[in-house]
Each structure stands twice: as structure tokens, then as C-alpha cells.
């Protein structure tokens, strides 16, 4: 670690902004790393002076690039809070992420219950996509994994809640079997239809308290259920999602599409290129969106890898695939 106080890198000749970060972990060593190797590589990618101290980091530059270095440290502290450590790998990850980050905007966002109180996006196709959740009843949204189209489409539904803009979500996934066969999986149906309902669970537990999703699902406030449920139902003044929607069929797709009703809003989510259904299957979320592309107050969404905001791997690694597809 460098001498307390001691600048990274040779003092910026037109100096025209310096900050301090305080630093809330304890673990201080860890968001320096080895010999400072991480603040070296935020004053590389960023072009600011930046020093180490006690419990806190130094960075001074143009003001631009100043504030780009602080969200990257901030970026630093949070994934070190949420995974533990944090490698130069991660850096470099989450410096990348600020570069194709929205301008800061503290008031945009979507509130929920939990802690955080807001859920804001992280680059400028998030905020397009909560835009046009906002704005419109029906939204599809299509992305690779990790950009964030289940996340902030349930965090819309939640802000919705909380403001009494509706009485109810129904978030809804197909089980359609990738690789594996249902009905070979030990359990009830509720044990075998489970998995594929986790991750809405795990978005909801983000943004309340288990306590109060536990109390709105009881109450029937909240519902997370296989898509073959919803056959038969209309749903008023409520937010439906529909999540892996990719792989539903044209049938599924126009069933689900007709369950809504008076103000009710409906995002429909997936990743059209990684499909699990059978050989020759039209999927029914591309299918839909073919169909209604032209019909008004409808919203199509696409997000890419720039929006991915998971480990910096899963960036590398959809790029990688798409690169091998594209040869083949």
C-alpha cells in the first residue's frame, strides 16, 4: 500500500476538482488492493490523481472524470459489500459499467419497500426500459442474461404497489424443461414447478422484507405462478409480468395477453436467442412481437451486453458466444 497520502501517479497539471470518499467497509485493503493495484487501475481508466488514507480515498482531476472515479470507488464498496471480495478483474468491470452508465440523475428511479427505498438503472437501455414501463400498459422486453429485465420489471410492479396504482402483481414463468424433464424431478408439483419460479422470488426478497412478501403472497396480493395457472383469469388493476416469455408458444403467448384487464399493466420479458423449446418451435414471445409491432400504446424493448450489470464475466462471456454463433 502506498504511503498514506501519497498521490498514484504524477499530480494532473489543471487540478480543477478533488473529492473525498469515505470508505464504509472495514475491509480498506481490499478495495486498494494488492500495492494499491486497484486505485491504480481507476486513475488509468479515469485519467484523476487518486491517494490512499486511513478510511477513506483521495481523487482529484477534471471534474468529469473526478465524478466518474468516485462511482467507480462507490461501484467498489458495494460489490465488496455484496460478494465478499473484489478482484482487479471486478474493477475493470465496474469501470466499464460507469462508462456506459446514464448521466447521474438522483431523481429518477422506481421506489419500493426494502431499504433502498430506490431502484435506479445503470445504463441508458435500464432507463429506456423503466421509461417505458411507465409509460405504457404493455412492454417487451428482450436482453441477454444479466441486464436486468425480470429485476426492474419486478421493481416497477412493486413501486406500483406500494403507490395503490394497482392491488395486485402476478408475476408468471413457462416450466418449460431446459435439458431435464419435469416430471422426473422428485415432489409434489409445487417442489417441481419451484425452480423455475426462484428467481422472481429472489427479485421480490430485494426489495421487501421476507416477513411482508410472505404477508402480500397470503393475502393474495402477490402471486408467483407457473403460466398454465393463469388460464381463465382476467386480471384488473394489476401488473402481470411474464418472465422466460421466450419460451412460451404462439397459443400460450395469446392466452396470456388476454388476461389483462382495466388498469392493469403487463411487461413481458425474455432472451429470444436462448430458447429451450422444441426443434422447430416458433417462440411466442417473438411471435407477438411480430404481430404487434405496429399496434399502438404497445413497447418494444431491446437491451444488448452493454447492459449487462452482473460479474463482468457474464459480459465477456455473452460476447464470446455471440462471436462463436456469428463464425458458425
Known amino acids: 500500500m502506498s504511503a498514506q497520502g501519497e498521490h498514484i501517479g504524477s499530480p494532473l497539471q489543471a487540478l480543477t476538482l478533488e473529492i473525498t470518499v469515505q470508505l464504509v467497509s472495514s475491509k480498506r485493503l481490499e478495495i486498494f488492493g494488492p500495492a494499491d493495484e486497484h486505485l491504480r487501475i481507476v486513475r488509468a481508466r479515469c485519467g ?33 459489500a455484496r460478494f465478499g471480495k473484489l478482484d482487479a478483474n471486478d474493477v475493470v468491470g465496474l469501470i466499464s459499467k460507469v462508462e456506459v452508465s446514464i448521466e447521474p440523475d438522483e431523481d ?40 436486468g429485465k425480470t429485476y426492474l420489471a419486478v421493481a416497477v410492479a ?3 404497489l406500494k403507490k395503490k396504482q394497482i392491488r395486485k402483481i402476478v408475476l408468471a414463468r413457462p416450466a418449460v424443461e431446459a435439458g431435464e ?42 402471486e408467483v405462478i407457473p403460466l398454465a395457472f393463469m388460464r381463465g383469469r382476467t386480471l ?25 384487464g382495466r388498469g ?35 413497447s418494444l424493448i431491446g437491451l444488448d451486453d452493454t447492459d449487462i450489470v452482473r460479474h463482468n464475466l457474464v459480459q465477456n462471456i455473452v460476447q464470446a458466444y455471440e462471436a462463436k454463433k456469428k463464425k458458425t
Open 48 to 80: 484523476v490523481s487518486i491517494a490512499a488514507r486511513d478510511d477513506s480515498v483521495v481523487i482529484a482531476g477534471q471534474e468529469q472524470a473526478v465524478r466518474k472515479a468516485e462511482s467507480v470507488v462507490e461501484l467498489m464498496q458495494k460489490h465488496l
Open 158 to 160: 412493486v413501486s406500483m
Open 181 to 222: 424433464k419435469l416430471g422426473f424431478l422428485p415432489g409434489d408439483i409445487e417442489a417441481k414447478v419451484n425452480p423455475y419460479l426462484r428467481p422472481l422470488f429472489d427479485s421480490l426478497e430485494d426489495m421487501m422484507d421476507f416477513a411482508q412478501m410472505r404477508k402480500l403472497a397470503d393475502m393474495d396480493i402477490i
Open 108 to 147: 429518477f428511479g422506481v421506489s419500493v419497500f426494502s431499504p433502498k427505498k430506490m431502484i435506479k438503472p445503470f445504463t441508458r437501455g435500464q432507463r429506456r426500459y423503466i421509461e417505458a414501463m411507465l409509460n405504457h400498459d404493455l412492454t417487451f422486453c428482450t436482453g441477454p442474461a444479466g441486464t
Open 264 to 298: 392493469s399493466k403487463m411487461i413481458i420479458t425474455g432472451d429470444i436467442t436462448q430458447t429451450d423449446l422444441e426443434r422447430g418451435q416458433k417462440s411466442g414471445m417473438l411471435d407477438a412481437m411480430e404481430t404487434l409491432a405496429r399496434t399502438e400504446g404497445i
Open 236 to 260: 384488473n388493476e394489476a401488473c402481470i409480468i411474464c418472465d422466460e416469455a421466450q419460451n412460451t408458444s404462439p397459443t400460450q403467448m395469446l392466452m396470456f395477453l388476454t388476461r389483462m
